[in-house]
């Protein structure tokens, strides 16, 4: 299995933080030298390691922000 490459770009949002440490967070994230997407998972207090999560493109990402404020 190919190593995953990833460099946050810009942190955005830290949504929560569990008893271990570990941040929910909201961030631009590059993946495998990709363009940086928005993306929504947990993160070791060092971000070395990662939970299950969700990335967005930017167009996806603009259409939660509409449908979230029409709430």
């Not at 810009?10 to 997407?37: D, H, M, Q």
């Amino acid at each position: 299995m190919a190593e995953l490459k990833f460099e946050i770009e810009e942190s955005l949002i830290v949504l929560s933080e569990n008893e271990k440490g570990w941040t929910k967070e909201l961030n631009r994230v590059s993946w495998n030298g990709a363009p940086a997407k928005y993306d929504i998972r947990s993160w070791s207090p060092d971000h070395t390691k990662m939970g299950k999560g969700i990335t967005l493109t930017n167009e996806e990402f603009q259409v939660l922000l509409q449908e979230l404020g029409n709430k």
